[in-house]
């Protein structure tokens, strides 16, 4: 088993930044994938990031530029700078874990960009 737990979200101005982080426990592996998701209101979840044991990382198009992710393993944290945000960045982020077929998400953190 695999627990997640998300913090960093808040309320934040448009223009602004914030910094999340999903730090993992229980049987976990440096190995896994580590993924950033976002689900907004009456929307399906998508991704935002996603990054490998090797620091390899993947981006949604649309989120290239304003977002980061990192990791760091001797920490079992994985880490999502948000800058330049904007009020269509509001959603319930997620953070994931994939190792072999195993999924495991956390309980997810609200982010809201007002206007």
């Known amino acids: 088993q695999v627990q997640l737990v998300e913090s960093g979200g808040g309320l934040v101005q448009a223009g602004g930044s914030l910094k999340l982080s999903c730090t993992a426990s229980?049987?976990?592996?440096?190995?896994?994938?580590m993924g950033w998701y976002r689900q907004a209101p009456g929307k399906q979840r998508e991704l935002v990031a996603s990054i490998i044991s090797g620091g390899s990382t993947n981006y949604a198009d649309s989120l290239k530029g304003r977002f980061t992710i990192s990791r760091d393993n001797a920490k079992n944290t994985v880490y999502l700078q948000m800058n330049s945000l904007k009020p269509e960045d509001t959603a319930v982020y997620y953070c994931?874990?994939?190792?072999?077929?195993?999924?495991?998400w956390g309980q997810g953190t609200q982010v809201t960009v007002s206007s």
């Open positions: 994931k874990y994939d190792r072999l077929g195993r999924n495991y």
């Open positions: 229980g049987f976990i592996s440096s190995f896994a994938t």
